[in-house]
């Protein structure tokens, strides 16, 4: 039967390869003293009513205060989102003013040119000048072939009781369309043979002469309202339209 070895005071313990009594077998043991887990409820259970009840307070003004700091973080937070976006609006449009005033602004040519030096500047004011000499002449060489268009269309309306002049003026501001009307009214006054029959009777009628060109108006003014042209454009196409009237105009005197 074992020994038991009570109120044993070791002082020093140590390791060897092999001990003096190889029969003898020591067990030491030291107890560990372990707390039990024990929940909240546990441990002001078995205070005193008195003090579970200001730990109790505490801890409800704790968790108060945390809710409360709770729900500012999160206000805190809103505010933060909303004032990003804010910013990320305002940077946006920001950059849209900018890019939309590099894009409008232009260079001012004039103070471009004095910043430079001024033997560049006698250059350019050299190339300018031809610049707007060629201009000058390419416009006067564009006016020089519209009346000479001009002239070559107004001989072909001899009929017409106008100066050359003043139809090669009327022809240069008219368009393709009423130009086809005076060729076809010029045509009509040809085909009834009324050149020869103009200078004999500028002096016989004047009044039926007025009658004539009255018709002529009222008609035009019809015309006018119905087909939304011009008065002169409408009275080119009464002429086409009633050439007889024309021939009676004509008859009586008209200049």
């Known amino acids: 039967m074992p020994n038991f070895i009570i109120d044993l005071e070791v002082d020093r313990v140590d390791l060897v390869d092999e001990g003096a009594n190889s029969a003898a077998f020591i067990k030491l043991y030291k107890r560990k003293e372990q707390e039990p887990n024990m929940t909240l409820e546990e441990i002001l259970a078995k ?14 003004k704790v968790k108060q205060a945390a809710d409360e700091a709770e729900q500012k973080l999160q206000a805190m937070t809103e505010d933060l989102e909303k004032a990003k976006a804010d910013y990320k609006a305002a940077t946006e449009e920001l950059e849209n003013v900018k890019k939309s005033k590099n894009e409008n602004q232009q260079p001012d040519f004039e103070e471009v040119i004095k910043s430079l030096d001024p033997a560049v500047q006698e250059v350019f004011k050299s190339l300018k000048a031809q610049k707007e000499a060629a201009e000058e002449l390419a416009r006067q060489a564009a006016e020089e072939k519209r009346t000479q268009e001009a002239l070559a ?40 043979g009324l050149l020869d029959e103009i200078g004999k009777s500028r002096t016989n009628n004047p009044s039926t002469s007025d009658e004539a060109w009255q ?34 105009y004509l008859k009586g005197g008209a200049n």
């Open 47 to 60: 205070m005193k009513p008195e003090h579970a009840k200001v730990i109790q307070d505490e801890l409800a």
């Open 153 to 192: 269309k107004a001989k072909e309306l001899k009929a017409l009781p106008v100066e050359e002049t003043k139809l090669v003026e009327v022809i240069k501001g008219i368009t393709p369309e009423v130009y086809e009307i005076l060729k076809a009214a010029n045509k009509a006054l040809e085909d009834a």
């Open 215 to 248: 018709q002529i108006e009222k008609k035009a003014e019809e015309i006018v309202a119905q087909e939304n042209v011009s008065k002169a454009k409408a009275i080119s196409l009464v002429i086409k339209r009633h050439p007889d009237l024309y021939r009676e």
